[in-house]
């Protein structure tokens, strides 16, 4: 599985704009960009996925570098309830609508201020 | 909206005993997983699960580990003889739904089990 590098942690204010990155150098052609994100004592959620045009959802925005190296989730104004850990996850397409399992790594623990 | 669920919530066992967590996916989904979170660890994947067969498994899921889908809508994962290494919280997932194009997995709240 194609590897990424996240932060391990991340603070920001309350109603403020989070941006939360995430390398993926040896991403291949084939690979989606998946992020989830994980609330204290629930399980993962999904947040958005995006292969190379940025997107945009009522979660968050995901900005993908032109090379497709690096990523960016974006939360335009955060709030307590978005304080999670996040997941950024390489998705092969040509396996998405089989039985892919997702591989977690250690995420980025982002801590919202209030 | 649709959820996975899983029973129980907290289960408390004592070393060699077997357990049983339980899920019930999305109706309409077609592809189970487990996964397991050791407390203040990584999300590990266990096994996944299509057409009634394990289509993958981690090397965490070795022969004291089975999964099960009895009746169509349940999803179990079975432990045989629980070592104390065995505690955790383990999520149940599943993804799939005909037309759905994001192979999104959907998560359940977790099953925490203590082994003593």
């Known amino acids: 599985d194609a590897k990424t590098t996240q932060p391990n942690s991340m603070e920001s204010n309350e109603e403020e704009p989070v941006h939360l990155p995430c390398n993926h150098s040896t991403i291949s052609g084939t690979d989606y960009i998946h992020w989830y994100r994980q609330l204290p004592s629930q399980g993962p959620e999904y947040v958005i996925h995006?292969?190379?045009s940025n997107v945009n959802n009522r979660m968050a925005s995901l900005a993908i570098a032109e090379d497709r190296k690096s990523s960016t989730l974006i939360l335009h104004r955060a709030t307590l309830r978005d304080a999670a850990v996040y997941y950024c996850i390489l998705r092969d397409v040509r396996r998405i609508q089989g039985a892919q399992k997702l591989v977690f790594g250690q995420g980025t623990r982002l801590t919202i201020n209030p | 909206e649709p959820e996975v669920t899983q029973t129980p919530s907290h289960q408390v066992t004592q070393m060699g005993q077997e357990v049983i967590l339980r899920c019930v996916p999305i109706?309409?989904?077609?592809?189970f997983y487990w996964y397991r979170q050791i407390l203040g660890q990584k999300v590990e994947f266990l096994v996944s699960?299509?057409?009634?067969?394990?289509?993958?498994k981690s090397e965490i899921f070795d022969d004291q580990f089975s999964v099960e889908r009895p009746d169509g809508s349940n999803f179990t994962l079975k432990i045989r003889s629980t070592k104390l290494e065995d505690s955790a919280m383990y999520f149940c997932a599943s993804s799939g739904a005909p037309g759905q194009l994001t192979g999104e997995l959907f998560f359940g709240e977790g099953s925490r089990l203590t082994v003593l």
């Open positions: 109706s309409n989904h077609l592809y």
């Open positions: 995006g292969l190379t």
């Open positions: 699960f299509y057409n009634n067969e394990i289509s993958e």
